[in-house]
C-alpha cells in the first residue's frame, strides 16, 4: 500500500520569535497517512496537537518543512488552491461542534455542499445517508440546541464529510463527552470514516480509542514517534 493522502515533512514552529518567551511547538515533525488509514495522534495538553492539526489542515502554515495533500506539495499555493482545497478534500472537527444555531441538523450538513453548487436534493440526500451512518437520522429537523452533546457532535462529523474530503482532521473529537457517550460517539465516527476510506489523523488524550485506530503516534519534544507511549 502506497498511496499517501497526507504527508508532513520536518515541520517546524514557533511562537513569540526572537522573544524572551519564544515557544518552539513543532520542532521537526514528520508523518504519512495512507488512504484508509486512521492515525490517533496522541499528546499532553499543550505539546502541539492544535497546531499540528491546524498546520496539515491548511488553517495555519509552519515556520518550514512541507505539508503534501495527495503528493501535492501545499508550500506555495495562491490563497484560491489553498482555500479550494482545504473545503474540498480536507474534513475537520473540533472538540465543540460548531454548528450554525439557526440551521437545522441536515442544513448544517447541506449548506457546505450548496455552496460548492451541488444540487439541493442532491445535498439533502448525501445529508442523510451520512446521518443515517452515525444514527442521528431521526433528528435531521431539530437544531442544535435540541439535540444532545453526543448528537450534535456525530452531527458536526457529518457536516465536516459534507464534501467527500480525502482526509480527516479531527481535535479531540470526543473529548467534551462524558466517558459513555464518548466511547458510542467514537464507534459512529469510526464508522463514518471506515464508509468512506479516507485518511484520518485523530487527536485523542485516550489511550482505549488510540488502541483502536490502526496505528499510533505521539508528539515528544516536538516530533512524531510511533506508538501511543
Ligand atoms: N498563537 C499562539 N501564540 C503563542 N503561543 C501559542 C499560540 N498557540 C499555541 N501556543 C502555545 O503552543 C503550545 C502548543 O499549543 P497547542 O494548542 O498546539 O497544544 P495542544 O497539544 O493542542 O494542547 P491542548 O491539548 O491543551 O489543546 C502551547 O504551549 C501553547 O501555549
Redesign the pocket.
Known sequence: MNNPILTLTDLKKG??HGKPNE?R?LQGATLSVQAGEVVALV????????????IAGLLDTADTGTVAIRGEDMTNLNDRRRTAIRRNDVGFIYQFHHLLPEFSALENITLPQMANGVRDQDARDRAMMLLETVGVAHRAAHRPAELSGGEQQRVAFCRALANDPVLLLA??PTGNLDPATSDKVFDALMALVRSTGLAAVI?T?NLELAARMDRAVR?VDGQLVDGAA
Open positions: 511562537y513569540n515557544v511547538v499528546a499532553p495538553s499543550g505539546a502541539g496537537k492544535s497546531t499540528l492539526l491546524h481535535d479531540e487527536a488524550h508528539l
